[in-house]
């Protein structure tokens, strides 16, 4: 799809990894973004996952949740080896990233930040994560994802 390349989907296309971009329509203010991003897709939404910028003990980390969830800061911070986590502001997760709001990915970060996925991904054949833009998802194994971000997998999702 010519005009959609990101950090993102250019990482996934340089290490051969099979995936599918998947352009959508959603305001970037609509409240549960994430639920209506899964409707414009057609796909249940827990298969759709938001990348959440956190400091866990003063350091940046990349939450990979469903957007049907919420993420649990404490089981954050104990699946990084931390005692606490918040997250992070607006201004330094956009800065750390590259990304804007609404288009975080957890591929192709301007630096590297450490990973974590919920476990709940790997019962799926793909997930769809932010391409990196508003308005496109990357659809893509979670052994992938995990592979690409040297992730760890742990239950994130507060019940």
Same mark, same amino acid.
């Given at each position: 799809?010519?005009?959609?390349?990101?950090?993102?989907?250019?990482?996934?296309?340089?290490?051969?990894?099979?995936?599918?971009?998947?352009?959508?329509?959603?305001?970037?203010?609509?409240?549960?973004?994430? &639920?209506?991003?899964?409707? &414009?897709?057609?796909?249940?939404?827990?298969?759709?996952?938001?990348?959440?910028?956190?400091?866990?003990?003063?350091?940046?980390?990349?939450?990979?949740?469903?957007?049907?969830?919420?993420?649990?800061?404490?089981?954050?911070? !104990? &699946?990084?080896?931390?005692?606490?986590?918040?997250? !992070?502001?607006?201004?330094?997760?956009?800065? !750390?990233?590259?990304?804007?709001?609404?288009?975080?990915?957890?591929?192709?970060?301007?630096?590297?930040?450490?990973?974590?996925?919920?476990?709940?991904?790997?019962?799926?054949?793909?997930?769809?994560?932010?391409?990196?833009?508003?308005?496109?998802?990357?659809?893509?194994?979670?052994?992938?994802?995990?592979?690409?971000?040297?992730?760890?997998?742990?239950?994130?999702?507060?019940?």
């Amino acid at each position: 799809m010519a005009g959609q390349g990101t950090p993102a989907t250019a990482l996934v296309v340089k290490h051969g990894v099979a995936h599918r971009t998947h352009p959508y329509r959603v305001a970037p203010d609509a409240p549960n973004y994430g &639920a209506l991003v899964a409707v &414009a897709l057609g796909v249940p939404p827990e298969r759709v996952f938001k990348s959440l910028v956190t400091e866990v003990d003063g350091a940046l980390t990349v939450a990979v949740v469903p957007v049907t969830g919420e993420l649990d800061l404490k089981a954050l911070a !104990a &699946a990084v080896g931390g005692k606490r986590a918040t997250l !992070a502001d607006r201004a330094v997760a956009e800065r !750390a990233t590259g990304y804007v709001r609404g288009g975080i990915s957890p591929l192709g970060q301007r630096k590297r930040l450490p990973t974590v996925l919920d476990d709940s991904a790997l019962t799926f054949p793909t997930i769809y994560v932010s391409a990196g833009r508003r308005g496109l998802q990357l659809e893509l194994a979670a052994a992938d994802l995990v592979a690409l971000t040297d992730a760890r997998t742990a239950p994130l999702q507060t019940h």
